[in-house]
């Protein structure tokens, strides 16, 4: 059984940093993409960035592109996502999902597995 377990999220100001943390179990990490997805009050889950299973590819929202970077550690079953620039709009839930893909995509349909998220909350 897959479980991922997300850790690092909190309260920051407007232009700091944050590290996300997901740890995964219950089969082999390096075989599948891993993504990065977010949901703030009344929104509907959106798309973040995802990686693939070497780490060799990844994608990002275009709200995101060029202040959040994807990564992984496969030997330590992990996925990161560094936060920088926090905006209060970037406030939300995040969420670490993986499906059965080696690639990845932004697509939601295509994560079937699901961490139990963490709370970002970025002050203006």
């Known amino acids: 059984q897959v479980q991922l377990v997300e850790s690092g999220g909190g309260l920051v100001q407007a232009g700091g940093p944050l590290r996300l943390s997901c740890a995964a179990s219950g089969r082999v990490f390096s075989s599948y993409a891993m993504g990065w997805f977010r949901q703030a009050p009344a929104k509907e889950r959106e798309f973040v960035a995802a990686i693939s299973g070497n780490g060799g590819r990844t994608t990002y929202a275009d709200s995101v592109k060029g202040r959040f970077t994807i990564s992984r550690d496969n030997a330590k079953n992990t996925v990161y996502l560094q936060m920088n620039s926090l905006k209060p709009e970037d406030s939300a839930v995040y969420y670490c999902?993986?499906?059965?893909?080696?690639?990845?995509?932004?697509?939601?349909?295509?994560?079937?597995?699901w961490g139990q998220g963490t709370q970002v909350t970025v002050s203006s």
């Open positions: 999902a993986t499906g059965v893909d080696y690639i990845g995509d932004r697509y939601l349909r295509n994560y079937y597995y």
